[in-house]
């Protein structure tokens, strides 16, 4: 992919989350699995954004739960925020916004069907919200998860 195909795709994902990256290098990052770094020296992975991303979505859903249902006892919240912070309810809204077709993955993962694991679009999803996060703050992160969460 040529520099401006990859600069307008990445472009083109901060349009679907709604989110205009000051920084495109960290969603360029939140994007590329171990498989493809490992094909690709000198580029990190996204893990580090994914685990940030964890935090931040807990945080996130947490907060707005908090807010939202007043009349909610503590157990109410916290099956709420587990119902929204699972793997299958994050590949969902991966999914809905096709993160897979941005996802930087090895050759071996593309061969297994990587684009379409859960495991994998609910990681890259949180990883895409840590990259948010790093670039526009936490009012930023919350928008981004009232958005699409």
Known sequence: MTSAAANAALTEL?????HEFADP???????????????????????RLEFLGDAVLG?????????????????????????????????????GIGLGEFMKLGNSELMSGGVDK???????????????????GPQSAIAFVERLV
């Open 14 to 18: 901060g349009d679907r989350i709604g």
């Open 118 to 136: 859960p495991s994998l679009l609910s990681d890259t999803f949180e990883a895409v919200l840590a990259a948010v996060y790093l670039d526009g």
């Open 59 to 95: 945080w996130a859903i947490a907060d707005l739960a908090f807010r939202r249902f007043s009349d909610t006892p503590e157990g109410g919240l916290t099956e709420l925020r587990k119902s929204v912070v699972s793997e299958p309810a994050l590949a969902e809204i991966a999914v």
């Open 25 to 47: 290098s960290l969603l360029e990052q939140a994007l590329r699995h171990r498989s493809w770094c490992a094909e690709h020296s000198g580029a990190d992975s996204n893990e």
